[in-house]
T-cell receptor, first 115, second 116 residues
Framework: EAGVTQFPSHSVIEKGQTVTLRCDPI?????LYWYRRVMGKEIKFLLH????????ESGMPNNRFLAERTGGTYSTLKVQPAELEDSGVYFC?????????????FGPGTRLTVL | LAKTTQPISMDSYEGQEVNITCSHN???????ITWYQQFPSQGPRFIIQ???TKVTNEVASLFIPADRKSSTLSLPRVSLSDTAVYYC?????????????????FGKGTKLSVIP
């Protein structure tokens, strides 16, 4: 079974540009999460999709970040315009909904560097 | 969300058993304890999850005392490839207790270095 995949693995852009990150969850997983780790900090939650609906977007830092999951399959996270402080590693995770214990499986992450 | 406390780092020789203890004094009744492992340049990888007593899988064992205020991840006979950061997380799926999402809260983790 294929794991969570993310694309690209690394992106380098200039401040003010737009970048779109993609996440393909494990097939059949309704839950999709985005997290990120900025320089020297801990991994922080950004948002959670259940199928195509946003269940919780309390971790999104500001309106420069837009996440979508059309059709309830893959998800994209767009940063527009990118700022220097957006640099970090963006992780995607997916899970099935088993009730009390919901194991999330992470992708390898996309490293974003904003110059 | 229950706060967790774990060692910042640990060193171990190859072949030894490693035990990493995590404190979670404010764990709630419906919280589970989950451990993740993360290698450099990779995403966190699920290792083991438990609610009480002992859980064992092909990778590790998880010991949880009756009061559930702490847990211990046990890695048998570590090898160099076990060098990684290990995270202890405590939380529950909101389907258990209502609407919401199950966002994982990561701390700083324990950096395990295995020495030849």
């Amino acid at each position: 079974e294929a794991g969570v995949t993310q694309f690209p693995s690394h992106s380098v852009i200039e401040k003010g540009q737009t970048v779109t990150l993609r996440c393909d969850p494990i097939s059949g997983h309704d839950n999709l999460y985005w997290y990120r780790r900025v320089m020297g900090k801990e991994i922080k939650f950004l948002l959670h999709f259940v199928k195509e609906s946003k269940q919780d977007e309390s971790g999104m830092p500001n309106n420069r970040f837009l996440a979508e999951r059309t059709g309830g399959t893959y998800s994209t996270l767009k940063v527009q315009p990118a700022e220097l402080e957006d640099s970090g590693v963006y992780f995607c995770a997916s899970s099935q909904d088993y009730g009390g214990s919901d194991t999330q499986y992470f992708g390898p992450g996309t490293r974003l560097t904003v110059l | 969300l229950a706060k967790t406390t774990q060692p910042i780092s640990m060193d171990s020789y190859e072949g030894q058993e490693v035990n990493i203890t995590c404190s979670h004094n404010n764990i709630a009744t419906n919280d589970y304890i989950t451990w993740y492992q993360q290698f450099p340049s990779q995403g966190p990888r699920f290792i083991i999850q438990g609610y009480k007593t002992k859980v064992t899988n092909e990778v590790a064992s998880l010991f949880i005392p009756a009061d559930r205020k702490s847990s211990t991840l046990s890695l048998p006979r570590v090898s160099l490839s076990d060098t990684a950061v290990y995270y202890c997380l405590v939380g529950h799926h909101p389907a258990y207790s209502g609407a919401g999402s199950y966002q994982l809260t990561f701390g700083k983790g324990t950096k395990l270095s295995v020495i030849p």
